[in-house]
């Protein structure tokens, strides 16, 4: 089992360029999310989607689009970066959202010049 | 406003100097609290979920015990090896069934041979 899976590793845009960063997950959980991690900032969720077929905002979903397009895919799209989205982007996911432990990828790293 | 605080921010210790971090929280019914380990470049591990006041979890050279206030995750004669971020969130309140967690901004433990 991979577990949980981000592609790209690492990207560098333009400001106004866009992006899809992609997640997939092996251990047939039903929850997904994304996640942004900055210094001083601790971990934000960004979109979450409790199960496939809907998602919902979190804490700071502005600039920011989400998929999830079977039970194993969740992809976060950024339509038009801006050097205030360079951050290291994680994806998780947990069994259901209720208790369950939430299970992270190894994150994407993007800068925005 | 629902808040996760941990102490603190750095900690040196010297191999085998057990110390305690601490984690902590202001969320109306907690319904779990959970520890994570994040390596330089990496994703977060899951270590630990605890759910209600007195509870204890072991693993190897740690311990995390939980009050109605405060999560406390205490290390037993370090090793270098244990040197990483240790990270504390709880579930937000409502969530019941999304999972959504609150993040505290991290301990770097470092740990010295």
């Known amino acids: 089992n991979a577990g949980v899976t981000q592609t790209p590793k690492f990207q560098v845009l333009k400001t106004g360029q866009s992006m899809t960063l992609q997640c997939a997950q092996d251990?047939?959980?039903?929850?997904m999310y994304w996640y942004r991690q900055d210094p001083g900032m601790g971990l934000r969720l960004i979109y979450y989607s409790a199960s496939e077929g809907t998602t919902d905002k979190g804490e700071v979903p502005n600039g920011y689009n989400v998929s999830r397009l079977n039970k194993r895919e969740f992809s976060l799209r950024l339509e038009s970066a801006a050097p205030s989205q360079t951050s290291v982007y994680f994806c998780a996911s947990s069994d259901w959202g209720g208790r369950e432990t939430q299970y992270f990828g190894p994150g994407t790293r993007l800068l925005v010049l | 406003e629902d808040q996760v605080t941990q102490s603190p921010e750095a900690l040196r210790l010297q191999e085998g100097e057990s110390s305690s971090l601490n984690c902590s929280y202001t969320?109306?019914?907690?319904?779990?609290l959970f520890w994570y380990r994040q390596d330089p470049g990496k994703g977060p591990e899951f270590l630990f979920t605890l759910y209600s006041a007195g509870e204890e979890k072991e693993k190897e050279r740690l311990k995390a015990t939980l009050t109605k206030k405060e999560s406390f995750l205490h290390i037993t004669a370090p090793k270098p090896e244990d040197s990483a971020t240790y990270l504390c969130a709880v579930q937000a309140p409502g969530s019941s069934n999304t999972g959504k967690l609150i993040f505290g901004q991290g301990t770097t433990l470092q740990v010295k041979p």
């Open positions: 969320v109306s019914g907690l319904r779990g």
């Open positions: 251990m047939n959980h039903n929850s």
